[in-house]
Antibody, heavy 119, light 107 residues
Framework: QVTLKESGPGILQPSQTLSLTCTFS??????????VGWIRQPSGKGLEWLAN???????YYNPSLKNRLTISKDTSNNQAFLKITNVDTADTATYYC???????????WGQGTLVTVSS | DIQMTQSPSFLSASVGDRVTINCKAS??????LNWYQQKLGEAPKLLIY???SLQTGIPSRFSGSGSGTDFTLTISSLQPEDVATYFC?????????FGAGTKLELK
C-alpha cells in the first residue's frame, strides 16, 4: 500500500525558510523510474507544481519561484524534502507531495500540510 | 510555459447525465495530459493518465480523450459521489502546469 504524508512548520514568518518533509511507504525512491513531486494549493484556488526529484537524483523546478526551491531525498529513510527560502504571504498554501510512477506524475498523493506565512 | 485552459469553470448536472470537461493546451502536448478529481477537503486523485488511460480502481464511467492541444474528460453517467473539482495537468514540458479547475455540482 502506497502512502505519503507531508509535515511542515504550520506557521512561519515572512523572509524565513520553509522546510517540508514527505515521508512515504510502499515504494522506494531508489527504484528505477520512481520520483516524488511537490505541489501546492492556496485555499480555494488551483494547483501549482513546484518541483520533482527522481530515483537517480535528477531534479526539476518551477522557474516561477526564481531559485527559491531546493528538493532533496533520503532514500534510506523513505523521505523527500522541499525547502523554500524567503517566504512571503503568497506562499500560504496547502503543500502536497505525490509519487511519480515512471512517466505518470502524481499517481498517489499525501493528505497535504497547511502552511501559513504571517507576521 | 504551456497554458492549460479548462472549461467550463463551473458545471451543474443531474444524476445520470453525461458530463464533459475540456482542457485546451496553448501548444502541442502530445498525449501527456492527466485528469484529477479533488473532493472538498481532500487531496487530488488521479483518474486518467496520458490522455485516455484509466487509473487502476477508477470506475469505468470516467474516460478521457484527445491529443495535441484538445482534451476531454467524460463522465458517462453522473453519480452523486462525483461531486468534486476536476483538474487537468500537462506533463509534456517543463514546468508542469495545471488547468484552473472545473467545479461540478448536482442540479
Amino acid at each position: 500500500q502506497v502512502t505519503l504524508k507531508e509535515s511542515g512548520p504550520g506557521i512561519l514568518q515572512p523572509s524565513q525558510t520553509l522546510s517540508l518533509t514527505c515521508t512515504f511507504s510502499g515504494f522506494s525512491l531508489s527504484t528505477y523510474g520512481m520520483g516524488v513531486g511537490w505541489i501546492r494549493q492556496p485555499s480555494g484556488k488551483g494547483l501549482e507544481w513546484l518541483a520533482n526529484i527522481w530515483w537517480d537524483d535528477d531534479k526539476y523546478y518551477n522557474p516561477s519561484l526564481k531559485n527559491r526551491l531546493t528538493i532533496s531525498k533520503d532514500t534510506s529513510n523513505n523521505q523527500a524534502f522541499l525547502k523554500i527560502t524567503n517566504v512571503d504571504t503568497a506562499d500560504t498554501a496547502t503543500y502536497y507531495c505525490a509519487r511519480i510512477d515512471w512517466g505518470i506524475p502524481f499517481a498517489y498523493w499525501g493528505q497535504g500540510t497547511l502552511v501559513t506565512v504571517s507576521s | 510555459d504551456i497554458q492549460m485552459t479548462q472549461s467550463p469553470s463551473f458545471l451543474s448536472a443531474s444524476v445520470g447525465d453525461r458530463v464533459t470537461i475540456n482542457c485546451k493546451a496553448s501548444q502541442n502536448i502530445n498525449r501527456y495530459l492527466n485528469w484529477y478529481q479533488q473532493k472538498l477537503g481532500e487531496a487530488p486523485k488521479l483518474l486518467i493518465y496520458n490522455a485516455n488511460s484509466l487509473q487502476t480502481g477508477i470506475p469505468s464511467r470516467f474516460s478521457g480523450s484527445g491529443s495535441g492541444t484538445d482534451f476531454t474528460l467524460t463522465i458517462s453517467s453522473l453519480q452523486p459521489e462525483d461531486v468534486a473539482t476536476y483538474f487537468c495537468l500537462q506533463h509534456n514540458s517543463w514546468p508542469y502546469t495545471f488547468g484552473a479547475g472545473t467545479k461540478l455540482e448536482l442540479k
